[in-house]
C-alpha cells in the first residue's frame, strides 16, 4: 500500500514553516522531497515530516543549519557531542547577553556612554587605551607628555602602576563629585579655591603643571563633547 503522500501547502499547514522556507531546504538538500509528482509538485511522506519537524526543533534551539545537516546523519552519541558544543556556544552568548542588558541598565539609571563597563570578551579596544592613543596623537610632542610617560615607564611593576592609576582616578572623580554637589548652593570662593587647589595637587602627583598646561586642560574639558556630558551627569 502506497504511503500517504503531503503537498507543499499540506507542510505548509502542518509545521507553520513557509513555503519559500521549505523550498531554501531542498535547495541546500537539507530536507528534499520524498518525490517529485508528474506535475512537478513536490511531494513528502510521514518519514520527511518527521526529519522536518526535527529540524525546526533544532533551529528553534539556534542551531545552525549546517550543524543541522551533520546532527541529522550521526548516531545519537555523536549527536550529544554536537549538542554539548552548541550548549556551551549558547552558555556564552547568554553571558553576553546578560552583560549588554547590565550595560543597557547602566544607561538607564544615569551611566554616560563613555561610562559603560565593557566585557574582556569585547571586540572593541578598551575606552582607556583609546584615551591613551588620542592623548599621544593630540600631546605625545610635548614636553609635558613626555615626563608624563617617563615617570609611568620608571615604574616596572604593571599591578603597582594600575593601582596608581586606579587611586588617582578615584580621588579626582572625588573632587569631581565636590564640585558637582557645589552647583546647587550658594557660591563660596574659599571652598571652590581650596578644590580646585586640590585638583591641580593631584594632577601635579603625575605631571608637572604649569599654567599653558592647565589652560590646556580647562579647554578640553569645555570643548571636548565627553567631558561636557561627563560632568552635565
Known amino acids: 500500500m502506497k504511503q500517504h503522500r503531503f503537498t ?3 507542510v505548509v499547514k502542518i509545521t507553520g514553516i513557509s513555503r519559500r522556507t521549505l523550498h531554501y531546504y531542498d535547495s ?3 530536507l528534499k522531497p520524498t518525490e517529485i509528482a508528474d ?8 518519514e520527511a515530516l518527521a526529519r522536518l519537524q526535527i529540524i525546526l526543533i533544532l533551529k528553534d534551539l539556534q542551531a545552525p543549519l549546517k550543524d543541522i545537516a551533520d546532527i541529522l546523519q550521526l548516531p545519537r552519541v555523536e549527536q550529544q557531542q554536537l549538542l554539548v558544543q552548541h550548549q556551551k556556544a549558547l552558555l556564552q552568548q547568554k553571558q553576553q547577553l546578560e552583560f549588554s542588558i547590565e550595560r543597557i541598565d ?6 554616560g556612554w563613555h561610562e559603560l563597563t565593557m566585557p574582556d570578551s569585547s571586540s572593541l579596544i578598551p575606552l582607556q587605551q583609546q584615551y591613551e592613543t588620542e592623548a599621544e596623537l593630540l600631546y605625545g610632542h610635548t614636553e609635558v607628555y613626555q615626563q608624563f610617560h617617563s615617570q609611568l615607564d620608571a615604574e616596572a611593576n604593571p599591578s603597582i602602576r594600575q593601582q596608581t592609576q586606579n587611586d588617582f582616578e578615584n580621588a579626582m572623580e572625588s573632587i ?3 564640585l ?3 552647583i546647587y548652593e550658594p557660591i563660596e570662593l574659599e571652598r571652590i579655591g581650596l578644590l580646585i587647589a586640590q585638583w591641580k595637587a593631584l594632577l601635579e602627583t603625575q605631571m ?3 599654567a599653558e ?3 590646556c586642560i580647562a579647554q578640553t574639558y569645555v570643548e571636548d563633547i565627553r567631558f561636557v556630558n561627563y560632568f552635565d551627569s
Open 28 to 30: 541546500i538538500h537539507l
Open 213 to 215: 598646561l592647565l589652560t
Open 180 to 182: 558637582a554637589a557645589l
Open 106 to 111: 547602566q544607561w538607564i539609571h544615569g551611566a
Open 39 to 46: 506535475n512537478g509538485y513536490r511531494l513528502y511522506d510521514r
Open 176 to 178: 569631581y563629585q565636590q
Open 208 to 210: 608637572p603643571c604649569d
Open 8 to 10: 507543499v501547502h499540506d
